[in-house]
């Protein structure tokens, strides 16, 4: 069985500030690590994923992350907040299946805010 | 950009009636989901689907769900008899041949039950 934790249901910022949202993750096989971006009324967005090779991703709108193994950690960094980075955030989980499958698991999201 | 289109965005329904939310994948690809979001709470999976049919389901997608793709294109999720508790945003999503690629979600569509 896979999970997916995000510490920290509310993160505020402010504008120009680093963003890091943390996730961690159990996973008995080698995991395909992703963040969605979900903005108000809207459908999930990729950000990033993290399949094989290079631990550090980058992703649209400068957001960024690091798959450390040591740490079973996923962690999602921007180094300077905008006031439209506001959504909220879901880190998820999915094993390497042959054949179909290869459903996520998602975190329980958290909300960024970016003040002025 | 391709992309996955879902129909209704809404959906109002009295309990105990049945419901079919439409979804139409990305055109080439292979593999077929369905989640759902209970208002504020986390993205929940209930089944994923290949080569016609189901490959995996979760507990939520008991006999009171059914997915089907009736043609090369549409993909949808049935429920027979909705209960309260089914109210939700449900997403459909696709994803590629590749094992490594990520799926595309559609926008999704509110249920609600009344």
């Known amino acids: 069985a896979q999970s997916v934790t995000q510490l920290g249901s509310h993160v505020s910022v402010s504008e120009g500030a680093l963003v890091l949202l943390r996730c961690n993750y159990s996973?008995?096989?080698?995991?395909?690590l992703f963040w969605y971006v979900q903005y108000p009324n809207q459908g999930l967005q990729l950000l990033l994923k993290?399949?094989?090779?290079?631990?550090l991703v980058k992703g649209i709108n400068g957001f960024e992350a690091e798959f450390k193994k040591s740490e079973t950690s996923f962690h999602l960094t921007k180094p300077s907040a905008h006031m439209s980075d506001a959504a909220e955030y879901f880190c998820a989980v999915s094993s390497i299946l042959t054949g179909g499958g290869n459903k996520l698991t998602f975190g329980t999201g958290t909300q960024l805010k970016v003040e002025l | 950009e391709p992309e996955v289109t879902q129909t209704p965005s809404h959906q109002v329904t009295q309990m105990g009636q049945e419901v079919i939310l439409r979804c139409v994948p990305i055109s080439n690809h292979l593999y077929f989901y369905w989640y759902r979001q209970i208002l504020g709470q986390k993205v929940e999976f209930l089944v994923s689907f290949y080569n016609n049919e189901i490959s995996e389901k979760s507990e939520i997608f008991d006999d009171q769900f059914s997915v089907e793709r009736p043609d090369g294109s549409n993909f949808t999720l049935k429920i027979r008899s909705t209960k309260l508790e089914d109210s939700a945003m449900y997403f459909c999503?696709?994803?590629?041949?590749?094992?490594?690629?990520?799926?595309?979600f559609g926008q999704g569509t509110r249920l609600t039950v009344v």
């Open positions: 999503a696709s994803r590629d041949r590749a094992m490594n690629t990520e799926a595309f």
């Open positions: 993290y399949t094989t090779g290079a631990t």
């Open positions: 996973s008995s096989v080698p995991p395909y």
